[in-house]
């Protein structure tokens, strides 16, 4: 699957509303962590960073936030303003997450156990392994 914003299911009730998601019907993976990102201080940018092997679909779960994905060459902006909105993320982007609003929370699943050696966190080394 490419990058995508994917719209999730959202069941409208008058006593809340709930949105779900689950493997295989809206993500492409099976879900092996879950971590989020939370009391980000204005301004600042988290990620940075590119994975060899990791997939990741993330949530704005509350507030807004955009997520910044480069392959190499070109660079795409995805706002995530609504908690029934997810965007899936292949391997080898580089991604920031950026523009935090007061009290956002971003909700990431990966389809990968936390493994630093998966991470490629120079931007010119990641230029090479995508472009040779
Ligand atoms: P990192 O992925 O670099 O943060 P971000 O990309 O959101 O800016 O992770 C920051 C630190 O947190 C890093 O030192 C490792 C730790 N960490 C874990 O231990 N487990 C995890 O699942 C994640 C995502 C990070």
Known sequence: MEKQKINLPKIL??????????????????IARTYWIYDVPGGE???SHAFREQQEFIVALS?????VLNDGE?????SLNRSYDGLYIPKMYWRKLENFSTNSVALLVSDRSYDEADYIRDFEEFKILKNG
């Open 45 to 47: 940018v988290r990620g």
């Open 13 to 30: 009730d008058k006593r809340g509303n709930l949105s779900f998601f689950e493997y295989p019907n809206q993500l492409p993976f099976e």
């Open 63 to 67: 507030g807004s936030f955009d997520v």
């Open 74 to 78: 070109n660079e795409e902006r995805f």
